[in-house]
Each structure stands twice: as C-alpha cells, then as structure tokens.
C-alpha cells in the first residue's frame, strides 16, 4: 500500500494511507480467513503475515481517536491557558497593616472576604465612549464602586457592604508596586485610594477602616460591565415609575425605561449601575441600592442556572469575565476562581444580605462620614463572622468552670493597637497586664511583639480552656463574645485592640454584645424582589 507522509502538530512526521482504487482491494483468499489455521499468512506458511482489512481499520481509526483526544486535551490547556492570560493581576495590598488573618473555626474553616472595586478608568477609547468625560482620559481612575464581600466560615450566608464613593476617610501610607512613588497617608474620599498605586491602596483603606482582613480583590471596568451583563443574558431590574437620567445640565447616566421590569444588558446595565440623577434622592445612597438590586438579581440568574445551560454562553461568560476582571496574584487562576465561584454558589441565596455602610452627611452635605457607633458595629458582626440578616443559630448559653485558680493561670497579654492609621499605643501591654495582677492573676506576662486588631479578644487553645478564658474575660468586663478558640496560642491570651487604646477600664460603649445589624444600614435580602424608586424630576 502505497504511503505519503505529513507534518503532525508538533512537527513529527505521520505516515497515513492514500486511498486506493476503486476494485483494486479484495477479500482474503478462502482458507486464508480469520478461522483457519495459517490465517494471515501468504500461501506455502512463508513470509511476513498479511494484515487484514479489518485490522488495518481497527489501527488508523484507534491513532485518528488518540489523535482527536490528544488535540482536544491539547486545545482545552491552552485554551485555560488563554483565558488565564487574559487575568490582569495586581498587589493585594500596598499598605502596612498589621492586621491578620482570622482565627479558625473549631471545624478549621475560616471566612472569605474580597473586595468588588467598580473603576471608573477611561484608559481605552471602548471606556470612553461608555464613561464620557473624554478630558477624564489620561487621569488616574477612581474607584466609584466598592463593596466588601463577606463569605462566613461555614458558608451559611453572605453580607455585602457598600461604601458612598464620597466617604471621607484617612486613606494609609501606600507605595506604587510599578514605579515605587510613595502616596503619604491623607483624608479624602475613599474611591481616591484607587489612585494611590491601584486597588492594592484600595483594599489597605478598607483594612485600615473595618479592621476586617481582606483575601482577595476583583475589580472591573466600564467595558468590562458591559461584556458581562451581555455574556449573563441581561438582569431583570424594575422601577416604580418611568425613568430618564438626564436634565438639562446633562446630569445623568442615559438610562431610560418605562415603569416595571426590564431585562438590561450591554451599556443599559452600566447605565442602571451608573445611576444617581434618577433614583430616590439623586445621591450615591440611591445608587448603591440600585446595585446592590442588580447584583441580587444577578445572583438569582446565575444560581437559575437558565443562561449556562448552553456551553456556548457558558464559554462567553468565561471569556468575558477573565477579559474584563483584574484580580489579585493569589486569585490569578482560572481554577482559583472556579474555586471561589463554588464557595459562594454553596450560599443560599436568602442568607445574602446587601447593605450599605451606616453613615451621616459632614462638611455640610458636601461628603459623608461613617455613622458613629452603627458602622463600627457593622464592622464589628464581619469580624467576628456574625450574620447581617440575624438568622445564626445561637449557641447554648453554658459558662464552663476554670481549670486553675487565677493567682495559678498563666496569661499572656499582647499590644493589639499597631493601626497604621492611628498610629500604636506604647505600653498597652503592660498596663493590662498591671490590671490583671491587681486583679489577682499573679502570673500574668506582657508579650512585646506589637500587632493590629480591631477587637480585644481573650484567645483560649482548646476547649478545656474555655472557661479559663471567660474568667480573664469576666474579669475585665469584656463581652462574652471577646472569647474565641485559637490553634495559635498556647495559654490563654489577652490581645488589647484598637477598640481599647486607653486606662484599664474596657469602654463600655464597646462591650454591648450588638449581634443585629443597624437599621441605618438598610438591608436588602438576596431573595427580594423590589422596584427602584424613581425620583419625580427625572421621570417621563
């Protein structure tokens, strides 16, 4: 059988049949067949045997399968490959927090925290077009939209935490991981910390403002908006009345649309997210529920599982969300956010809560402030992995007796207040472990090593040890909450936090065990349906 020889995919030669003849191949000679003695072989018993048809066959179409498996095995890599060349990545956080991750669980699991980052950057002519402002073109973008994802350790529930892009807050010291300038710390609106080095700065202004440890970020673009609502199939939003943000001072985002539900996509979906002249009162608060109605909405879709069916959209979304996506290194993966993406798909959708940070109006309405109190207890339920929509069971209310007598239980106190914001209290260590002494707990000791948390907290190394650490902490009129487990420690260890900076007395304000999320915050419920309020001057 004549032969001709080509070129395979990585360069090596395949030999391949040319097709014969029409009548030129017959069938083995009778005696010659598969069931007779000699079968295969020329006649007189000698020579080389003689393949049949049917093995001939049976050879190429097995190389043809391990030729297609290896190619679509070949084309799956590099084509994961593409998609994770398509992850822009950037620093975690280019601040100097001190603040460390959470303390496991007693089942070793421990919460996910990312940050979402909306950046307003006209970097491309696509971003322009969809932003405007084209004077806005070579300027550093502004991080417009930003919200604190908070997964709990058991991943029983969800909380979203939106901050007004005008909250003034003291963004810290952060240095440009590309060109190594370095941005002082200062006060000003939080979506300037995007122009501080990048989402890096971003992300150590959250730290430094909730005190809440932060593991990854996602931010995105205008245009990035767009191909992934169209790559999803659009969101269902409503408003209870016609909409059109836009006056006569050009005030607006564009959006149109008739009272009732629309399904939005493309550049209608930034616009609804964009939307601040037009809903409620016309401010960012009105625009953060907006967002937090389309991304709820969002979720229900994806979670429908109605627009993945088709591999087709599915590949689009996947090609969508890694073009459009900047991430953090240790979420630089397709496979890392596959694993994400099942971690959050593990939620309920009606354990997802969606709030906005508690705030007030300062400097005469021209910016917002954190609202004392409600936003520090906010803060306060993500760090200690507390549910914002009030459904987690409670634990039995059992106060276990001590191991040792105080005058005999060693305990190692720790200065906790190395905020970079406002700078550690010298000696903190000290003077509590003055106060536990005089308390009668003789064999109290300072730990010099300085750390950051927002929390005081009396750490206890197993469970025989919890009610050791409820008498330390009863002992200094800390809440009960204060007591956690810890596989860190090795006796029992009083950290003296950020929220404890002075005397010997813990502030009182500061012990209310608050375990309900602050009305202030208006929580919206991940199953809610709602309409956006349309404000009167922007309607048709």
Known sequence: MRQSSVRGERGRRATVPEPRESGKEDSPPEGEGPASRGAGRRPGGKGRPKRSRGVRI?????????????GAAAAGYFYYEHLNGNLKKEALDLGDSK????????????????????????NTAENVKLGGAKQDADRKPLGDVQMLVHVSA???????VSIPRDTRVTIPRCTDP???????????????????GGPGCTVATWKELTGVYIDHFMMIDFSGVVSMADAIGGVPVCVDNNVYSHDSKGHGSGLKLTKGTHNVKGVQALQWLRTRYGFEDNSDIGRAKAQHMYMTSMIRQLKSGTKLSDPGKLMDLAEAATDALTVDHGLGTVKKLYDLGNDLKRVPTKRTT?????????????????????AEQTFSLLRNDISLDGKD??????????TAPKEQLPVVVQNGTASTVLGPVSGRAGVITSELARLGYAKATANTMLISQADTTVLYPGEDRQGDALAVAKALKLPKSAVKSSKSVREITLVVGNDWREGTAYPKAAADDGDKTPKSADALN??????????????F
């Open 154 to 160: 058991d991943r029983s529930n969800m909380s979203v």
């Open 58 to 70: 049976l050879r190429w179409t097995a190389l043809t399968l391990a030729v297609l498996v290896l």
């Open 354 to 374: 969606m709030i906005t940070m508690p705030w007030e109006y300062g400097g005469g309405g021209e910016y917002v402030l954190p609202k004392p109190g409600d």
């Open 526 to 539: 991940g199953e809610e349906k709602g309409c956006m309020k349309v404000n009167a001057g922007y309607t």
């Open 99 to 122: 603040i460390g991750k959470p303390e496991p669980n007693a089942a070793g699991q421990t919460p996910l925290n990312i940050l979402l980052i909306g950046s307003d950057s006209r």
């Open 393 to 402: 069971k409670k634990k039995p209310d059992a106060t276990p007796a001590p």
């Open 178 to 196: 590309h060109d190594g300038t370095v941005y002082p710390k200062t006060e000003g609106a939080i979506n300037q910390s995007l122009q501080h």
